[in-house]
């Protein structure tokens, strides 16, 4: 059936290496896990209308974290532990981090968190936030990169009922430290469906502080860039930054 005028005919075999090539994340991550993710319907390129490449991909059912506040749920912790083991077991096939945003080496980031603490004095305790930053910038390295997703905020996660049901914005997808994706727990949890989360993934001492410190790093972003363009994310920022402060440090 066609849909456009001057449509072409594409094969099956021709959308699979179409995928492989542009969509490699999608590809590995699909079926991997039980819990729903985007899949490329449509692969559309610049006009005259619109100058960026473009995609259609499938709709998943849920309302973001965002919007539908799961933090309290043991349950939805327990799903987002199944997720993050589930990405975890992709093969890496001796792919390494690439050195480009989250998910190497902690003190990478001194120079943009001190820009974040200096923007942020007008709106948090930025001195005492220095300070829990130079406690966590050290924690060492003791594992090697697993799969990730890369990017585990409310608005990348769908729920229904307090349950996890999808996860969008997969694009991400590749090897890293393997408490990147430990973020989830001060984004998205309270204490106890926290510590829920972290007794499903058997989280020693350093990858838990260390996915404390990945959680730190991209709040203090959020905190005061999108103080105006999008207050939501602002307000996330906040949030996962005061769990992080009240978050005692393992002894």
């Known amino acids: 059936m066609n849909i456009h005028a001057n449509q072409l005919t594409v094969s099956l075999e021709t959308v699979r290496e179409l995928l492989d090539a542009q969509f490699p994340e999608w590809r590995e991550l699909a079926g991997r896990t039980r819990f729903a993710t985007p899949e490329p319907v449509a692969l559309g390129e610049p006009g005259a209308d619109y100058p960026l490449p473009w995609s259609v991909q499938t709709w998943i059912p849920g309302d973001a974290a965002s919007d539908e506040d799961p933090s309290g749920s043991v349950a939805f912790a327990h799903d987002l532990a ?122 020693d001492d350093l990858a838990w502080e260390r996915g404390k410190a990945w959680a730190f790093q991209q709040a203090m972003g959020a905190v005061w860039y999108y103080v105006e363009s999008n207050p939501a994310m602002s307000r996330m920022g906040r949030r996962t930054l005061a769990r992080v402060m009240a978050d005692a440090p393992a002894p």
């Open 82 to 203: 199944a997720f993050i083991r589930g990405v975890r077991a992709i093969d890496t096939r001796g792919r390494t981090f690439r050195d480009e945003g989250r998910g190497g080496d902690l003190r990478a980031h001194d120079a943009w968190l001190e820009t974040c603490f200096r923007r942020s004095e007008p709106l948090i305790d930025a001195a005492r936030l220095r300070r829990a930053w130079q406690a966590m910038r050290d924690l060492p390295r003791a594992a090697d990169d697993v799969m990730n997703h890369g990017d585990l905020i409310p608005g990348n996660v769908l729920v229904a009922d307090a349950r996890l049901t999808g996860v969008i914005d997969v694009g991400g997808l590749g090897p890293a430290d393997p408490a990147l994706d430990l973020v989830a727990a001060w984004h998205l949890l309270d204490d106890v469906p926290r510590q829920a989360l972290r007794d499903d993934l058997g989280c």
